[in-house]
């Protein structure tokens, strides 16, 4: 097992429904970042998780976004209520501490279209 | 976190050096200079990175002025492979919960 795996690599839903993005970070990594991608733009950051210390949330959009990580590995991103603008890829990224020495690893992303 | 700049886009031509630059004048005495790439439709990938010495790896160089307010990436010998988004970033793990600013980034266009 040897890179950040996501799942799905695509998903296509409609507008007002739910969905569910999952990460699995490389084992032994106790920090977690979600980042997302519109079109044509740069990453922009919407969640961090660091071993027990309650998240950094400071980047979700809006209260339809939410996140958990369960055992301090696996997280999932869920967004209600699905927008148009909520299109985008989404990328998971892990590394072994938040350090400034640190490299982030980025898993595929998952590709959310809103239709 | 400081901000950094970059052209934002460049060529190189195949088997030559491809040298990207970024500015980063307001960086801070403990902010490392990161390079990342992205490659289409693919998450970002960690290239290189310095706080004050030239680094090198398998990949690339990092070039940084000695007052640190600049740097560049080398790619000693370009292959289309390396057409991609490179992004600089200035990176103090501990501010900002250790989360990656990204810019536009420039886009290298390695041509045969």
């Known amino acids: 097992g040897a890179g950040v795996s996501q799942s799905p690599s695509n998903k296509v839903t409609e507008k007002g429904k739910d969905v569910e993005l999952r990460c699995d970070p490389i084992?032994?990594?106790?920090?977690l970042y979600w980042y997302r991608q519109s079109l044509g733009q740069g990453l922009e950051f919407l969640i961090y998780f660091q071993g027990n210390s309650a998240p950094d949330k400071s980047g979700l959009p809006s209260d339809r976004f939410s996140a958990e990580r369960t055992g301090g590995s696996v997280s999932t991103l869920t967004i209600q209520r699905t927008q148009q603008e909520d299109s985008a890829v989404y990328l998971c990224?892990?590394?072994?501490?938040?350090?400034?020495?640190?490299?982030?690893?980025f898993g595929p992303g998952t590709r959310l279209t809103v239709l | 976190d400081a901000k950094t700049t970059q052209p934002p886009s460049m060529d190189c031509a195949e088997g030559r050096a491809a040298n990207l630059p970024c500015n980063h004048s307001?960086?801070?005495?403990?902010?490392?200079v990161y390079w990342y790439r992205q490659i289409h439709s693919q998450g970002p990938q960690y290239i290189i990175h310095g706080l004050k010495n030239n680094e090198t790896n398998e990949m690339a160089s990092l070039i940084i002025t000695e007052d640190r307010k600049s740097s560049t990436l080398i790619l000693p010998h370009a292959t289309l492979r390396d057409t991609a988004v490179y992004y600089c970033?200035?990176?103090?793990?501990?501010?900002?919960?250790?989360?990656?600013?990204f810019g536009q980034g420039t886009t290298l266009q390695v041509k045969p």
């Open positions: 084992s032994g990594h106790t920090a």
């Open positions: 990224a892990s590394t072994w501490t938040s350090g400034s020495d640190n490299e982030q690893f």
């Open positions: 307001t960086i801070s005495g403990n902010e490392y």
């Open positions: 970033i200035a990176f103090h793990g501990s501010s900002n919960t250790g989360k990656l600013i």
